[in-house]
């Protein structure tokens, strides 16, 4: 059993920055692969950015330039680095991993707003 506890939201001004992150349990972090997704009110959720086993990082063409994935193996530990927010950013963000079976955490709330 994996269990994903995401933390680090808020809310931000535009142009301004937040760093989320994601911190796993119950197997071997360095082993999987992570995911981020975001869910805006009344919207579907949709793939923000991913980090491999193998530190190979993928984004959404609208983030891209903007957000930066990183992990940090020795605190099973998996970020987002989020900067230039705009409000079309805000939503929930979710981390996501797969290990046998589909896992997801709760989630944490960014809202960019003036």
């Known amino acids: 059993q994996v269990q994903l506890v995401e933390s680090g939201g808020g809310s931000v001004q535009p142009g301004g920055s937040l760093r989320i992150s994601c911190t796993a349990s119950?197997?071997?972090?360095?082993?999987?692969?992570l995911k981020w997704y975001r869910q805006a009110p009344g919207k579907e959720r949709e793939f923000v950015s991913s980090?491999?086993?193998?530190?190979?990082?993928r984004y959404v063409d609208s983030v891209k330039g903007r957000f930066t994935v990183s992990r940090d193996n020795g605190q099973n530990t998996v970020f987002l680095q989020m900067k230039d927010l705009k409000p079309e950013d805000t939503g929930m963000y979710f981390c996501?991993?797969?290990?046998?079976?589909?896992?997801w955490g709760p989630g944490t709330q960014v809202t960019v707003s003036s």
């Open positions: 996501n991993t797969y290990f046998k079976q589909e896992y």
């Open positions: 980090i491999s086993d193998l530190w190979r990082e």
């Open positions: 119950g197997t071997t972090f360095n082993a999987l692969s």
